[in-house]
């Protein structure tokens, strides 16, 4: 099983993914012929996740779902950094008590 700090990087780094993609799509609306970007994420055996990146059959834009992709990114991200901030936190707090 992965530690906890490995789960919840493996979170942040799947939401820039997420991120990277959407930001792309956005990037690349107007561009005739784009298709655009999807992440998929898998569960990891030990915990975690694993983002992969497409090109999705659809060429239209959608900003909405990408609005909607930007909003969940960036809130999976806070989320994964604050569950690596408490870690840190727990950790040094079981240090403190043994020295």
Known sequence: ???INTI????????QTALDASASNVANANTPGYKR???LNSPQSGGG???????????SASQEADAVSQLQAKNAFIA????????????????????
């Open 8 to 15: 919840a990087l493996s979170g942040m780094n799947a939401a």
């Open 49 to 59: 996740v694993t983002a992969t990146v497409r090109v999705s059959n659809q060429e």
């Open 37 to 39: 970007l999807e992440v």
């Open 1 to 3: 099983m992965s530690s």
């Open 80 to 99: 994964n950094l604050a569950v690596f901030k408490t870690s840190n936190k727990l950790a040094g707090a079981l240090l403190d008590k043994k020295v």
